[in-house]
């Protein structure tokens, strides 16, 4: 398993929505979503997602610990779903993959220096 950290040597934990095939939407937590995305994708994630593939990224928030990705995670699920998609309208698809790309790349290159 593949667990980003950061330069300060703490585990990254991520918020993400995920928006599946039948346009409802998943709010889950991770240390590595590329990977947990497979996971869903794969049929072998949670239940929710399992019949509703596939499931697209649609937004993604770095926290600063497990609890805190806990806790946001939470609050999102409680929200109605026009409130998670203004979430998500927010931020563009390019937005998302450039900012785990250079979070990640930043990361490994701080860990070989």
């Known amino acids: 398993m593949l667990v980003f950290v950061s330069s300060t ?28 995305i497979d996971i869903h994708n794969s049929g072998k994630g949670a239940a929710y997602t399992r019949s509703r593939l596939p499931a697209e990224l649609v937004y993604v928030e770095k926290m600063k610990s497990e609890s805190d990705a806990r806790k946001r995670e939470a609050e999102i699920k409680k929200w109605k779903r026009a409130e998670k998609l203004d979430l998500a309208n927010r931020y563009s ?9 250079v979070d990640n790349q930043r990361d490994l290159y701080s860990n070989t220096t």
């Open 9 to 36: 040597g703490m585990i990254k934990w991520f918020v993400y929505i995920l928006q599946c095939c039948d346009k409802s939407l998943y709010v889950g937590i991770s240390t590595d979503v590329t990977r947990r």
């Open 93 to 101: 698809k390019r937005t998302i993959s450039a900012s785990i790309l």
